[in-house]
């Protein structure tokens, strides 16, 4: 253990974290900060966000230039919890005021745009899948004739939970599944499909001297392109996790800037990897570090952000499964729906509850999680049937 006096980690006094968005990854980096010390201000135009109970909202869009500024006047240091933000107006202000910013707006541009984040690591010799630009029916035809049917067909920006994402099944539903992502002039790109045996996904915390720290791997099961549970350990032999831990390390290391990053991948069968996407913040997939590691993820985020030595990572539990809660329906029968999954949560032990008081509920959109932590993979597994009986099948 090298030994760091306090001075060099500064203390925070009365130190203001400037967070760009204020959901739910906002508020849970809000409740470490708390703990931790920090004062968290967060830039988001929802009003009463999920943030908002823990942290100080300004009211504003983190994509607006003008807000921006003046968010960045009030803080220390500027982090992200959403990627879709405006990199330029972040150039300005680091430029301006002298404001450390945390991923650098470099990293944070690159990675906004999914086909210049491939290319960036496809050269850097990362693994991904096979892909190309796709800005016109002659290119949607080239990229049907190198990778065959199916294909997937994604929007270059703004994506999450599959939203920018179409299946391309036969050349007979390509010009529908342009259409579903806006049209040719939206940004596209075409990807080879993956015929995964399972998805992982490492978090990874990078100091500002550009070392890393892989967390666990886990393994993250999706349903229609949204993330549902994630397994900790992931089930797969140690030499996979040792590998996916370094495919993950090797694609940190080619970005700037601290924080913590999610890199989502595909195991093939023949056991390699391959990078799908990679997020410059705390992660879905990385919520069960909250109860199952030595350090959350979030706690991760603001010791890289601010400087500071990053903590263990290692898991303190021998097995952790996270379920999220996804809204079923519209309004208050969403609400209940909800409610029911929680009320089961709470009668079994080793769940935790998260909640993240959200507005709206709404079909498909996360609402809250429960980590389930437990003595053996079995166990957590059958706690998972007693919570959610389908997502236990799933991923049986
Ligand atoms: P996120 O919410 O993780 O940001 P996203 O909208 O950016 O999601 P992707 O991560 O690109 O979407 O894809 C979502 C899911 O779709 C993946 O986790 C995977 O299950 C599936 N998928 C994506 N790309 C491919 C591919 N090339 N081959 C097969 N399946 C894929
Ligand atoms: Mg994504
Ligand atoms: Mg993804």
Redesign the pocket.
């Known amino acids: 253990m090298h030994s760091t006096s306090i001075s060099d980690v500064g203390l925070p006094r009365a130190a203001v974290l400037g967070v760009l968005g204020g959901g739910q990854l906002g508020k849970m980096l809000a409740a470490d900060a708390a703990r931790m010390g920090i004062k968290i201000e967060v830039l988001d135009p929802t009003p009463n966000c999920p943030a908002a109970v823990v942290a100080k909202q300004t009211l504003g869009s983190f994509r607006d230039p003008v807000k921006i500024r003046k968010f960045a006047e009030g803080v220390d240091v500027l982090t992200v919890e959403i990627e879709h933000i405006d990199a330029d107006a972040l150039d300005t202000v680091a430029a301006d005021l002298g404001l450390d910013v945390e991923p650098t707006p470099s990293t944070l541009r690159l990675i906004q745009d999914k086909l210049v984040q491939k290319r960036h690591f496809q050269a850097a010799g990362v693994p991904v899948a096979d892909f190309m630009g796709v800005d016109d029916p002659a290119a949607a035809a080239a990229a049907a004739q190198a990778f065959g049917f199916p294909f997937m067909l994604k929007a270059r920006r703004l994506?999450?939970d599959g939203r920018g994402n179409a299946v391309v099944r036969s050349r007979e539903e390509l010009e529908g599944a342009v259409e579903q992502l806006g049209s040719y002039g939206q940004g596209l790109y075409a990807e080879r499909w993956a015929s995964f045996v399972k998805e992982l996904a490492v978090m990874v915390g990078r100091s500002r001297d550009g070392s890393t720290m892989a967390f666990p791997v886990v393994e993250t099961l999706h349903q229609n392109s949204i993330l549902l549970v994630t397994e900790a350990p992931a089930q797969v032999p140690p030499e996979t996790q040792r590998r996916a831990q370094e495919v993950a390390e090797q694609a940190v290391a080619c970005l700037d800037g601290a924080g913590v990053f999610g890199v989502e991948m595909f195991l093939l069968a023949d056991g390699a990897l391959l990078l799908n996407?990679m997020?410059p913040r705390p992660h879905n997939s990385g919520h069960y570090t909250i109860e199952a590691c030595a350090t959350s993820q979030y706690e991760q985020h603001l010791r890289a952000v601010m400087g500071w030595p990053l903590g263990a990572t290692d898991l303190a539990v021998p097995a952790c499964i996270m379920l999220n809660i996804l809204g079923e329906a519209d309004g208050e029968e969403g609400v209940q729906r909800a409610h029911e999954v929680m009320a089961r949560a709470y009668q079994v032990p080793g769940a935790s509850v998260h909640w993240y008081g959200k507005a709206e509920v709404a079909p498909q959109r996360k609402v809250g999680h429960v980590t389930i932590v437990a003595p053996s993979a079995a166990e957590a597994r059958s706690r998972l049937a007693a919570i959610d009986p389908s997502a236990a099948a799933a991923l049986a």
């Open positions: 994506a999450y996407e997020a």
